[in-house]
């Protein structure tokens, strides 16, 4: 088991290495933190300043989501960049929980290309495949400095539809969720989530 996690450190480190060594500058400097550390300082920031994303970040954070895992490697994603103000407002408006895109610059949505999904039973893999892209995005994000929230969209109808509409997607990619993305005005600090009562070694 030691030699196991030590693995799984060593890979994750290099990863984070990697992912730190794209990051586009301008942000706050972050890379002495390990990818540990990304990880346990991620939160979801819904307030931020007036600095600006530029598109060199939004392309770091897309190539990251696209560094996911996916079933079968079908990648059946695709990310939009929003930048557009009355974009972002409409999206805003249109969806209940997203109201702090008001205050932000970007925003990255998140979509499955059911074009690109697996057949049968195995299409509704391009959830967990998506939901993997976006968390990717997330990390990402904390690791050059950016603040960045997750607003679920996919599977309510009413969201996904809103989203098609203002963003003009065709039928076939359903928008699994709007990624806010702004320089973090350092009001969220992270939350300890660790639960020893919700971790089990082989058996409940």
Known sequence: MKSGLTILGAALAVAASSLLLSCSSGTRDNSDKTALEVIHSRKSVR???????????LLTLAKAGMAAPSAKNAQPWQIMAVTDRAKLDSLGTALPYTKMIFEAPAALVVCGDMTLALE???????????????QNILLAAEAIGLGAVWNGIYPVTERVNDVRRILSLPDYVIPLSV???????????PKVKWDEKKYHINEW
């Open 47 to 57: 307030h931020y300043t007036d600095g600006k994303v530029s598109d060199e970040q």
């Open 120 to 134: 049968g039973a195995s299409r509704d893999y391009w959830v967990q495949d998506c939901s993997a892209a976006t």
């Open 179 to 189: 990624i806010v993305v702004g320089q973090p005005a350092g009001v969220e600090t």
